[in-house]
């Protein structure tokens, strides 16, 4: 673990209900999220106990009912900056009109001057490196309906990555991968976190939990840390 300890990510007396003709959905209530500079950490819950809404309120893609949301000491912004955050949803979000390459590209076209590409990084070079590290080489000309999902996930996850965001937050980004897929998307998040990234991804699966640094339990509307075993 490279945890710097400096606060990257910071959720305080977070509440968020939903209008539903049945009556209200209390998703969060009073939620703490706390994510160190350098941290890779997992959240768990059963399905629908809230962790897309978590995730989408720490990001400020969704504005909590009660609570504050700070990434780096200051009030996330809506939207947020890619640099600060960036986030995989589980609706991936590529955009269907650009090739898998321009949609991973997009966040430095979008924010040139706010990116942290390493000196010697093009825009096509950081483009290409991250298509083969996830197993993407030769799709980078086609379009996100002719690539599998699970080829559309990982396309989604090197767009989330690129600008090197202070916080990254992931929806599930296994879920549609095989045992060939999945830790090359694992090995990016450890990546991510040793470089100083805030990492924090929603799973299902055991395996992702087992490569994280520690777990958090999304439970009744509560972030707790999960019992070590
Ligand atoms: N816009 C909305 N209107 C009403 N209810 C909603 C809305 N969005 C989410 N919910 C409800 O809020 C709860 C939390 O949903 P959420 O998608 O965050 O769960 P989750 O833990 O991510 O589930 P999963 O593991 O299945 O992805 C669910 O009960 C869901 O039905």
Redesign the pocket.
Known sequence: MSATGETALRGQGLYRS???PAGP?S?LRGAEVRIAAGEFVTLT????????????VLCGFDQPDAGTVEIAGRPVTRPPAWRDCAVLP?SLGLAQELTLAENIALPLRLAPRDRSLPDQDTPDAAVAALLAELDLDGLADRYPHEVSYGQQQRAALARAVIARPRVLLA??PTAHLDQRSAPLVLALLRRRADQGGAVLV?S?HEEVHQAADRTLV?DQGRVHDAPTA
């Open positions: 939903f209008q539903h959905v998703v819950a059963p399905s629908g106990a809230g962790k897309s809404a978590l995730l989408a589980q929806d599930e929603a299902h999304l």
